[in-house]
Every structure is written in C-alpha cells, then in structure tokens.
C-alpha cells in the first residue's frame, strides 16, 4: 500500500511539473484570447456543416441550446444571444466574408495543434495538406456528432413523454443524465488523440477524455455556484457575462490542457512507474541499442520503445536534445526516430563529454585562477578526464558488435559444451576475437566508403553488414 502511495506521489508531481513545465496557463490564456475571435467562426461553420445533412435541418439553435448548456455555465446565457446574433449575421455574408471566418477557424485550430505538440515534444505541425485534412475533418465531423447526440437525446426524452410509465424501465433519466458526460469525453478524446502529430495511444486518450470530462463537469457546477454567490454583478452590472465569460473560457483551456498533459504522461510514464534511474550516459547507451536493434529489424524507434527501455520523459527530452544537435537521431515523418549517423564513429567518451560537460568551464577557470587550491584541483580533474577518455575509448558500434557476437557465439556455446568440454569453450573464445578484430577492420575501411554517403553503416547479427 505504501509503495503505491508513493508510486501515485511520484506521478502527480510529474504531471504538475510537466504542466509547469510547458507553460500551460499561457498557453490557455493565449487560447482565451484566440477563441475570442473564433467562437462566431466555429459556430458559423458549424451551422454550414449541419445545412448539408436534411435530416439536421433546424438543429442549429437546439445545438446552440444544448452546447451552451453542457459546456458554458448558467452566468453565459448572454453571451449565447450574442453569438447567436453574430452567427446570424455572418450566415449572410459574402464569399470573401466566409473565407475570412473559415481562415479564423483555421488559425483557431492551428494554435490548438501547436499547443497539443509541444506538449507532446513534436517540433512541427502538420504539413498543408495534412493539417487541412485535418482541421476540415474536426470542423465537419465536430458539428454531425454534436447533431447526433442531439438528436438522440431528443429521441430519449420523446419515449419518456410517450411511452407508458414504466415502459422504458427507469433507463431515460439514467441515460439523460450520462450521455452529457459521454458526449463530452468523446470529443475530448477526440481532440487528444487526433490533434497531435503524433500517434497518441487510444486507451489513454480515452482516459484522458474520461477524467477531462469529469473535470471539466465538476468545475462547471462549482463555477456556477461560485458566479452565484458572488457580488461580481454587482460591480459590473450588465457586463458582468463579459469576464466572468473570459474566466470560464480560460478555466475551460486550463482543464483541456491538464488532459493533454496527462494523456502524454500516461503515454510515456511506464519507465517512471517501474523505479527505473538511469543516469543520461546509461540512457543514451540504452537507447542507441534499442534503436540498433529496432534498424536491424528495418523499424525506427517509437515513444513506446523509449517508455519501455526505461527512460523517464524529462531524460528523453534532455538526451534527445543531444543526439539531434550532434546528429545522432533524426525525425521520420511520421514522428519517430531513426539513426542518423554511423555509431562506429561515436564513442563512449564522445557520450560523456556531450552529457556531462567538463566540471570547469573556460570562465570557471578565469574566475578561479587566483584562489590557492585551484592548481590541484584542475590537476584532479584532468587525471579524472584522461582516465575516462581511457577507460571509454570504444566505438558505440564496437561496443554493440561485440555483444551481438558474445550473444551469438554463447548461443553457439550452450550447444557445444555437452559435447567438447572446457576446451572448446578457449577455442570459441580465440575465434570470437579474431573475428571481431577482422570485422573492426572491415568496418574501418567501409566507413571511408560511406562518408560521402552519409549511409548508416554498422554491423547487423552475425557480423554481417546491413
């Protein structure tokens, strides 16, 4: 029991530290004011969406009813008349007026998608033709489903209106009550799983939108009873919907925001769950054989791979940082990772020195030279340096050849040693060496080949080149 207190512990502080992190009550503010200019946008082309399906027709104002209803408290019914007016006008508008809207909606949701990716550490959006897709699916699809659960939730009442008491066997008002909440997490679900340029797990984003609807359903009430019984319109009168309206919007992006980090932490939070700590240098090696072994097999590297192999989402973010500046990893196109350069050119002592810079820095130096222990403390640290550089004198690529052939040769061995005895095992032992002597030479000379090229060339099982 203790150790799932703790275990839970360690996840909320990760999540509040990843909020933190990546500057999530910004970013909702900077949403707030976006959806600002928006809001008529979405709504006009929301309207637009339901025009095109008959059996939809008259739904706008009853799903304007019923999205204000579910997703904007009691104080916000001003703000409904208003958007309702602004909708009607823009419906009168000319073409170059509604490829102005449709270009708001777009900027609306490209900011949203920009949020969501750097929350999940994707440095580029979509490319055009992707990302309209993209935006052209959630403005069409969005709008059809908001008219189907209305359609249903109409459906529900009318059988509860005419059916006999007792027909429907008490499950309307059940069901009445639930499908708000349902509603909501799918489309929750749908804006984390969708939105990212990554691919984000179905189960977690399901999770996430579950717990970001019941979030988002209990700040609604508590919103609605705080607005109640205080004396904000008091103070600003007949303006009073305008920042209470501003105040929800934002708690509203706060809370989605909250589910986007907790999606992305549910995805990536296996490592930190399991107690694994690698120091950088570990995880970077752990890494680079995970992506060895995932290029052997003609597969990149996955978040899931990472999770997996143990690193923790912070110590992804400070190795992946490394290896793309000095051009170890590269993106796909579809967001994963693939090896860029050859690791028979890396060594270990490269990867300390990149993750664990020297102790004293050109200006520690100028700052220290006239304190008396300096001289012996710098003499310290470079025996320390030259001892490392040493002791780590071995390619990445050598470092994995070798045990790709001690993984073969002891495959070979377990079926040996019945027959030939302790003998065979030296013999076995000579020739490993001999052929991975051979083959470091036969790397050396293809790596001359391949600078051109830019190719990775390392070795592939059985010492054989892929």
Same mark, same amino acid.
């Given at each position: ?185 799918? #489309? ?26 019941? #979030? ?251």
């Amino acid at each position: 029991m203790t150790e799932q207190v703790h275990r839970w512990r360690r996840f909320l502080v990760s999540l509040w530290t990843l909020f933190n992190e990546k500057n999530c009550r910004q970013n909702a503010a900077a949403l707030t004011y976006m959806t600002l200019f928006a809001i008529v946008p979405l709504v006009t082309v929301s309207y637009a969406m339901l025009s095109l399906f008959p059996d939809f027709a008259g739904l706008q104002d009853k799903l304007q009813e019923q999205i204000f209803e579910h997703f904007v408290p009691a104080s916000g019914r001003e703000v409904q008349e208003y958007v309702r007016s602004f909708s009607s006008q823009a419906q009168r508008l000319t073409g170059a007026g509604v490829a102005i809207l449709m270009v708001t909606a777009g900027f609306m949701l490209r900011n949203i998608e920009e949020t969501f990716n750097s929350i999940w550490d994707i440095p580029s959006g979509r490319s055009g033709v992707s990302s309209f897709l993209l935006y052209w699916a959630i403005l069409s699809l969005g709008p059809i489903l908001l008219g189907a659960g209305v359609a249903m939730s109409t459906y529900l009442i009318s059988q509860k209106l005419f059916l006999p008491e007792g027909g429907t066997m008490g499950l309307v008002p059940v069901v009445l009550g639930v499908l708000p909440l349902l509603l909501t997490a799918a #489309a929750f679900t749908l804006l984390f799983v969708a939105v990212p340029n990554c691919r984000v797990p179905l189960r977690y984003g399901i999770v996430g939108g579950l717990v970001t609807a019941f #979030a988002f359903e209990t700040a609604k009430n508590l919103f609605g009873i705080m607005v109640a019984r205080s004396s904000v319109q008091a103070i600003y009168g007949a303006f009073a919907f305008v920042p209470l309206f501003l105040m929800w919007v934002y708690l509203t992006w706060m809370i989605v925001l909250a589910g986007c980090v907790l999606v992305r932490m549910l995805s990536a939070y296996d490592a930190a769950a399991q107690g694994r700590r690698y120091s950088d240098v570990v995880a970077t090696v752990v890494l680079l054989w995970e992506a060895f072994r995932k290029y052997q097999q003609g597969m990149p590297l996955r978040d899931r791979d990472i999770s997996r192999a143990g690193i923790t989402p912070a110590q992804w973010r400070r190795i992946r940082e490394v290896l793309q500046r000095h051009k170890v990893f590269t993106l796909t196109d579809r967001n994963d990772y693939v090896l860029q350069r050859d690791l028979y050119s890396i060594k270990l002592s490269q990867l300390a020195s990149w993750l664990n810079p020297a102790p004293l820095s050109s200006a520690s130096q100028a700052a220290l030279q006239g304190q008396p222990w300096f001289s012996e403390l710098e003499r310290r640290f470079n025996a320390v340096r030259d001892f490392t550089a040493d002791q780590l004198d071995l390619t990445v690529g050598e470092l994995f050849r070798d045990a790709a052939s001690d993984g073969d040769e002891g495959d070979k061995g377990g079926k040996s040693r019945s027959r030939r005895g302790k003998g065979s095992t030296t013999t076995r032992k000579s020739k490993s060496k001999q052929g991975s002597d051979k083959s470091a030479t036969e790397s050396s000379k293809s790596k001359d080949d391949d600078k051109g090229m830019g190719s990775l060339s390392f070795l592939g099982r059985r010492n054989k080149r892929v």
